[in-house]
T-cell receptor, first 109, second 112 residues
Framework: AQRVTQPEKLLSVFKGAPVELKCNYS??????LFWYVQYSRQRLQLLLR??SRESIKGFTADLNKGETSFHLKKPFAQEEDSAMYYC???????????FGPGTRLSVLP | SQTIHQWPATLVQPVGSPLSLECTVE??????LYWYRQAAGRGLQLLFY??????ISSEVPQNLSASRPQDRQFILSSKKLLLSDSGFYLC???????????FGAGSRLTVL
């Protein structure tokens, strides 16, 4: 069965500290992995996807197929990074997207 | 780029009353459309998805139904609301080939 887990409901870090939001998945096949973000009073939006292999707003995520993980990392957190982060997966054709429970990141001044 | 409109933005309804939440998409054609419910600590639960007009798949048996009368219109309905239907409902669109979901602003439903 397809499943995405995010073990931390809430993660608090100080500004300038490194941050890692954990995501693990189970999927029979080769999924595509995503991170979506929802800032306060804004729509849920795509942050990055594993096939792009790019850094967005200083965030990166590497797909580790052996550990079935797709952790989101940023070396120096900023206060504007405070938001709700969802890890998600889909099949290659994207007919069914499965989301994790989300992690609320709070970056303290 | 596509834009998703959802209304109403907020709704307070008594138990047993009907429901209709509407979602329309601009800027694309033949999208896959989705209804999700977002609950704190539980992520996004997929309720329905549609690959075309009158083609609806239900992911979770429940008190809700969905319809797609036009290519870019997706409606979430209920004949009789339950307290447990309270929540934040998100409509999303997916365009074939892009494999990215675009979300609407959501509709917050409170059932009293």
């Amino acid at each position: 069965a397809q499943r995405v887990t995010q073990p931390e409901k809430l993660l608090s870090v100080f500004k300038g500290a490194p941050v890692e939001l954990k995501c693990n998945y189970s999927y029979s096949g080769s999924p595509e992995l995503f991170w979506y973000v929802q800032y306060s009073r804004q729509r849920l939006q795509l942050l990055l996807r594993h096939i792009s292999r790019e850094s967005i707003k200083g965030f990166t995520a590497d797909l580790n197929k052996g550990e079935t993980s797709f952790h989101l990392k940023k070396p120096f957190a900023q206060e504007e990074d405070s938001a709700m982060y969802y890890c998600a997966l889909s099949s290659y054709y994207g007919q069914n997207f499965v989301f994790g429970p989300g992690t609320r990141l709070s970056v303290l001044p | 780029s596509q834009t998703i409109h959802q209304w109403p933005a907020t709704l307070v309804q008594p138990v047993g009353s009907p429901l209709s939440l509407e979602c329309t998409v601009e800027g694309t054609s033949n999208p896959n459309l989705y209804w999700y419910r977002q609950a704190a600590g539980r992520g996004l639960q997929l309720l329905f998805y549609s690959i075309g007009i009158d083609q609806i798949s239900s992911e979770v048996p429940q008190n809700l139904s969905a319809s797609r009368p036009q290519d870019r219109q997706f409606i979430l309905s209920s004949k009789k609301l339950l307290l447990s239907d309270s929540g934040f409902y998100l409509c999303a669109s997916h365009v074939s080939g892009a494999n990215v979901l675009t979300f609407g602003a959501g509709s917050r439903l409170t059932v009293l």
